[in-house]
């Protein structure tokens, strides 16, 4: 699997819990300064209320596609309106500075 298929993979395993979702990749892999064993980062973004069940949901679905691809996926889930209070925190600055929305 390429980089660009594990990518739609991703993305299309968030999408079909939540059409609605936002699905953004930083971290070293959106940098480009990835080395072969580095995680994905991705940020999930979504209207729906999220709580732990939810959370849980979402990285089960994702786990699959974990095992299959070798891959390590490390996903942070937060609700669109609670993302956009934490602006003034460097994780928010990094994502949108140096993030790639799929």
Request: avoid cysteine.
């Amino acid at each position: 699997m390429t980089d660009a298929e594990f990518l739609q993979a991703v993305k299309r395993s968030v999408l079909e819990i939540d059409p609605q979702a936002e699905v953004w990749l930083f971290g070293s892999r959106a940098r480009g300064d990835a080395r072969p064993d580095s995680d994905w980062d991705f940020l999930v973004l979504t209207e729906r209320p999220v709580n732990r069940q939810f959370k849980y949901f979402v990285w089960d679905h994702l786990y699959g596609l974990e095992l299959t691809s070798g891959q390590l996926i490390s996903t942070l889930i937060h609700q669109k309106e609670e993302w956009e209070d934490l602006e003034v925190t460097d994780l928010y600055q990094n994502v949108k500075d140096e993030g790639r929305r799929l």
